[in-house]
């Protein structure tokens, strides 16, 4: 009896998932086609509200369930519109931050300082056009990233998602860790951007320029998505614990 009411529970746990990740890549898809930014470098194409969610993502289904949903949604999302700016792997940014985000959340942050050291030197270091070769101070904002992760911020944003959080307690959990997220996420769309675009856009002066041109232009993206997952996600988290949802908590 014992055993057939374990069997009964993990399918109740299975088919819960099953819902959950269904209905998140359904809202993943469905803002897939609402615009946040334009793509610099890469015209007609944009960053949509999804780089608001997929912080979220992580937080809310964990980092594994966080990453399905980002995935299939992104990509549903990209073969309709066609909009994103890394062709059929435009999907996969947004699936690391939420990949990102989730990480943290687990406590599992000294193997996501291992992905974003890695990531972070591959795009610097990336042959002939990297920023590192041409323009270092690129770098600036994402190496901030970097540095929130391995500090307190990291420990005490971890810790206020753990607990049952005042609002403002789980506002600032929530902007720390959207702001490591969406940087990861940044950083490997941008090595993704460098492996699409370098074959045709040989020319080291475009490259260059684009360095210098986006040297302070993301770093303000990254913060508006940032505040916005802030604005969104906190309330969101909160409604979802107060109401018995299971909202990832490591």
Not at 102 to 125: D, E, S, V
Request: hydrophobic letters at 55%.
């Amino acid at each position: 009896m014992q055993a057939r009411q374990r069997r009964v529970s993990n399918l109740h746990f299975g088919t819960r998932d099953l819902a959950t990740l269904s209905l998140f890549a359904a809202l993943y898809t469905t803002l897939w086609f609402l615009p946040l930014f334009p793509v610099a470098g890469a015209p007609g194409k944009f960053f949509s509200l999804t780089s608001v969610l997929a912080p979220l993502m992580g937080l809310i289904l964990g980092p594994y369930l966080g990453l399905v949903a980002t995935s299939i949604g992104g990509f549903i999302g990209w073969s309709i519109t066609q909009s994103g700016p890394l062709i059929f792997l435009s999907f996969v940014p947004g699936a690391s931050a939420s990949l990102c985000s989730g990480l943290l959340c687990r406590g599992n942050w000294k193997t996501l300082l291992l992905f974003y050291a890695g990531l972070l030197l591959a795009l610097a270091l990336y042959p002939t056009v990297g920023p590192g070769w041409l323009f270092p101070f690129f770098l600036w904002f994402q190496v901030l990233g970097l540095v929130v992760l391995v500090s307190p911020l990291r420990l005490r944003a971890v810790n206020s998602m753990r607990k049952n959080a005042t609002l403002l307690e789980l506002s600032w959990a929530v902007a720390v860790v959207s702001f490591i997220a969406t940087l990861f996420g940044h950083v490997v769309g941008v090595i993704i951007f460098q492996a699409v675009y370098f074959p045709t856009l040989p020319d080291v002066n475009f490259w260059r320029s684009l360095w210098q041109g986006l040297t302070f232009i993301y770093p303000i993206e990254r913060t508006i998505i940032t505040l916005l997952a802030t604005l969104i996600g906190a309330p969101l988290i909160n409604a979802l614990r107060t109401y018995g949802f299971r909202v990832e908590k490591g």
